[in-house]
Nanobody, 128 residues
Framework: QLQLVESGGGLVQPGDSLKLSCAAS????????IGWFRQAPGKEREGVSC????????NYKDSVKGRFTISRDNARNTAYLQMNSIKPEDTAVYYC?????????????????????WGQGTQVTVSS
C-alpha cells in the first residue's frame, strides 16, 4: 500500500521557521518526483515546490523562492520542505505528493493532476 505521511506543521509566528517532513511507505520515494502543495481556506490547492527524482532539480512558486527549500533523503525514504521567514500568507494545509515521470525544472508548474499519491496534509498556521 502506497502511503505518504506529512508531519512538522504547527502554529508559528511571522519570521519563524518550520521543517515539514513527508515519509513514504510501500514504495521507493527515489523513483518519483515529489511535490509540495498547499491549500488555504476557500482557495484552490496550489503547487509550492517540486523536486525531480532523476537529478534533484527543483522549482518553487515565486512567492516562496529564497524562503523555502525542498529536499529529499532517499536513504530515509523521506522528503522535506524547509520553510524560513514564514509569512501569514503561508497559512495553509500542506500536502506532499509523489508523481511519476516528472521533471521539476523552471518550465514546469506543479499540477495536482500529475501526482498520483498524496498525504493527508499538515496544518501550518502563521499568526502573531
Amino acid at each position: 500500500q502506497l502511503q505518504l505521511v506529512e508531519s512538522g506543521g504547527g502554529l508559528v509566528q511571522p519570521g519563524d521557521s518550520l521543517k515539514l517532513s513527508c515519509a513514504a511507505s510501500g514504495f521507493v520515494l527515489d523513483y518519483y518526483a515529489i511535490g509540495w502543495f498547499r491549500q488555504a481556506p476557500g482557495k484552490e490547492r496550489e503547487g509550492v515546490s517540486c523536486i525531480s527524482s532523476s537529478d534533484g532539480t527543483t522549482n518553487y512558486k515565486d512567492s516562496v523562492k529564497g524562503r523555502f527549500t525542498i529536499s529529499r533523503d532517499n536513504a530515509r525514504n523521506t522528503a522535506y520542505l524547509q520553510m524560513n521567514s514564514i509569512k501569514p500568507e503561508d497559512t495553509a494545509v500542506y500536502y506532499c505528493a509523489a508523481g511519476d515521470s516528472l521533471y521539476c525544472d523552471e518550465t514546469y508548474s506543479p499540477d495536482t493532476r500529475d501526482f498520483g499519491s498524496w498525504g493527508q496534509g499538515t496544518q501550518v498556521t502563521v499568526s502573531s
